[in-house]
């Protein structure tokens, strides 16, 4: 979806050369509403919140700068969770103003589902499902909250009906098989599930290790010990045959619970 630009109200063009003429105000530069999406949707978007703080001082009513700031904190938030409660905000207060601003409630509930405010997240992605029923961010966000309020049926439902959509990104498509795979796994269907796993494999295979391992719990449940067995060695020849995984830690640790798991199937 592309956002467009809101147009600029008369009275602030009045106002802004009021403000030239008798000065004493700091304004933000004519580029800084421009440069404030642009930032925002560059890869590591710092600046933008800067940039977009600046405008918004200058313009209080420019809603797109606050959406693009809010668009910055959400990115930003993969590294400070804190963000997601300022993203949150901003983009609540372009739904006040503007309610049927359905990529400022897809961000939002995006921002619920961070946050763990997962029926939150649920109202705000129905509400965007139901104007767009191609809205394929809504599904996957709504998949993840009902998979995080154990309402596995409804996850599946919503995962095929993101996949369904034909995801063009790769992430987005390991998310969904991965994440259906998971809701199925609970629901214990386990050749289902056995299945999504697969293909979430073949899209990532440096994940590998992980998936093995939850294909070694399908097989289990079903007492298929043989295949079970199978699975774990292989999470572990993955990790031995990775020189940055081999030594670390976390990895070490994996591999001797794969260990543990093949000695209790082998009795």
């Known amino acids: 979806m592309v956002r467009k630009f809101r147009s600029v109200k008369p009275i602030f063009i009045v106002l802004f050369l009021v403000m030239l003429l008798y000065g004493n105000c700091v304004w933000a530069s004519p580029q800084d509403a421009a440069e404030c999406k642009k930032r925002a949707t ?26 693009w700031r809010g668009f910055a904190y959400f990115k930003r938030g993969l590294s400070s969770k804190n963000d997601y409660q300022s ?3 901003d983009f609540t207060r372009v739904l006040e103003t503007y309610p049927d601003d359905m990529q400022a409630l897809e961000n939002r509930a995006s921002c619920y589902l961070e946050l763990e405010r997962y029926k939150e997240a649920i109202t705000d992605a129905s509400e965007v499902i139901a104007s767009d029923s191609k809205a394929l961010g809504a599904f996957m966000v709504r998949a993840k909250a009902y ?21 063009r990104s790769e992430d987005t498509k390991f998310e969904a098989y991965w994440g259906r795979a998971q809701s199925q796994k609970y629901q214990k269907k386990y050749e289902d599930a056995l299945a999504d796993y697969r293909i979430a494999r ?7 290790q992980n998936i093995s391992g939850l294909m070694a719990e399908c097989f289990t449940k079903m007492g298929r010990k043989s295949e079970a067995i199978n699975a774990w060695k292989e999470k572990i020849a993955i990790i031995d045959n990775d020189p940055a995984k081999r030594n670390d830690s976390y990895y070490m640790k994996e591999k001797a619970n794969a260990k543990a798991e093949i000695e209790k199937l082998s009795k």
């Not at 600046?47 to 703080?53: H, S, V």
């Not at 998979?147 to 034909?166: G, H, I, K, P």
């Not at 073949?202 to 590998?208: A, D, F, T």
């Open 87 to 89: 993203a949150l905000a």
């Open 202 to 208: 073949v899209i990532k295979p440096w994940q590998g």
């Open 42 to 67: 560059e890869k590591y978007p710092y600046l933008a919140i800067e940039t977009c703080t600046r405008q918004i001082e200058s313009n209080p009513d420019d809603l797109d700068s606050v959406f």
């Open 147 to 167: 998979y995080w309020l154990n309402r596995y049926e409804e996850s599946v439902s919503d995962y095929t009906s993101a996949l369904a959509l034909n995801p």
